[in-house]
């Protein structure tokens, strides 16, 4: 039977912000001559509004949303669960291994081995196959090829077509998250994995898992706008 599923990734970027000299707070994307950085001012981050799972889901003010299923059940991992944190730039492998284990959660079992991913399978496979440096962010070419080579590697008998999207209707994306199918995107200094959609106060948002190991920061609401050109779908056969 065909199964499909897509997820989109648009990329931006920025420059490093660190902690110290040399750990970055949250990874950050680079700019590249193919991709363009998103404009605006949104707190926090310059991109979004971080929430706890609480906040999240107090509809106050909430006019529609929607989730993927088992959104908030499957295993979720850090940027900070994996060695390669202390490098920086590590939020490109992070999210697809959350994709991959959302994946795993709703049926696709032969995407990984065992029930966890390990330290050793994020660096020697997930890192390998996304092209993972740790001078340099996450390019998305590299996050979308490397989700293929990961899956169609671990569950051999499915196949991945990657497409570009150059716009994406609001309905369109609704469409796919309530078809249970979510998205990675990137704005300007960090990819997130979108689980599902809000308009809340009137404003369309993507809701996303950002990876980050902060309660209070877990989720977070990411403006929709059509302005991403350079987003890439992936489909599973």
């Known amino acids: ?107 696709y079992i032969h995407v990984f081995p065992n029930d966890i991913i390990t330290q050793s399978f994020y660096t020697n496979t997930i890192c390998d196959a996304t092209n993972y440096r740790t001078n340099i962010a996450m390019n998305l070419n590299d996050a979308a090829n490397g989700f293929k080579e990961v899956f169609e590697d671990g569950a051999d008998y499915y196949s991945v077509t990657i497409s570009n999207e150059l716009s994406l209707s609001w309905n369109n994306f609704k469409s796919l998250i309530n078809s249970n199918k979510p998205l990675i995107i990137s704005t300007q200094s960090h990819m997130y994995f979108v689980l599902g959609y809000q308009i809340r106060s009137g404003i369309k948002y993507y809701v996303c898992y950002t990876a980050w190991n902060n309660i209070s920061e877990r989720y977070a609401l990411i403006e929709y706008s059509t302005f991403y050109t350079n987003r890439k779908s992936i489909t599973i056969n």
């Open 1 to 107: 039977m065909k199964k499909l599923i897509c997820c989109i990734l648009a990329i931006t970027c920025l420059t490093a912000c660190f902690v110290s000299s040399s750990i970055p707070v949250y990874a950050v994307e680079n700019l590249s001559n193919i991709e363009t950085a998103r404009s605006g001012s949104i707190i926090p981050d310059a991109e979004g509004y971080a929430l706890s799972y609480t906040q999240l889901t107090n509809y106050n003010g909430v006019t529609e949303y929607g989730y993927i299923n088992n959104w908030n059940n499957f295993r979720q991992y850090y940027t900070t669960d994996f060695n390669e944190y202390a490098y920086g730039n590590n939020c490109g492998p992070t999210q697809v291994a959350n994709l991959l284990s959302y994946y795993k959660s709703v049926g």
